[in-house]
């Protein structure tokens, strides 16, 4: 996984996975697209390549470069602990310390508010 997530921490690698997911390209066609030497393409394609987010094909004489996402399967399932609810245990721990919470800022408020008493002692 940290290979992924070292692969897709570069912007010009990230424009070239997007770029494969609507079809397979060829390295020279790929290049077009950046304003980096063909050389600095060829390493980000290699990086692709050795986190195995992209598989290449040899046609002839080019080598086609194919989006592969079993990779990103595994860094999605990490992700997704962070965006999936809370467990039913965690929720209602959670709720137990609102209601404290709530409880006491209504006992706070009770004191606060409450008039005083405007009849001083011994004057009645």
């Known amino acids: ?12 690698r990230r424009d070239i996975l997007a770029m494969l997911r609507r079809s397979p390209l060829p390295a020279g066609r790929i290049a077009e697209h950046f304003t ?5 393409v060829s390493r980000h394609l290699r990086v692709l390549r050795e986190s195995d987010l992209v598989r290449d094909e040899l046609v002839g004489r080019n080598r086609i ?23 039913l245990e965690q929720r209602l721990d959670a709720l137990e310390t609102e209601v404290y919470r709530l409880r006491r800022e209504q006992r706070t408020n009770q004191t ?3 008039p005083p008493d405007l009849r001083e002692e011994g004057t009645a």
């Open 36 to 40: 980096i030497s063909r050389p600095a």
């Open 65 to 87: 470069y194919v989006l592969n996402t079993e990779p990103l399967a595994e860094l999605a399932e990490w992700l997704a602990q962070f965006t999936r609810p809370l467990s």
């Open 112 to 114: 606060v508010t409450k």
């Open 1 to 12: 996984m940290d290979d992924v997530v070292g692969a897709i921490a570069d912007q010009v």
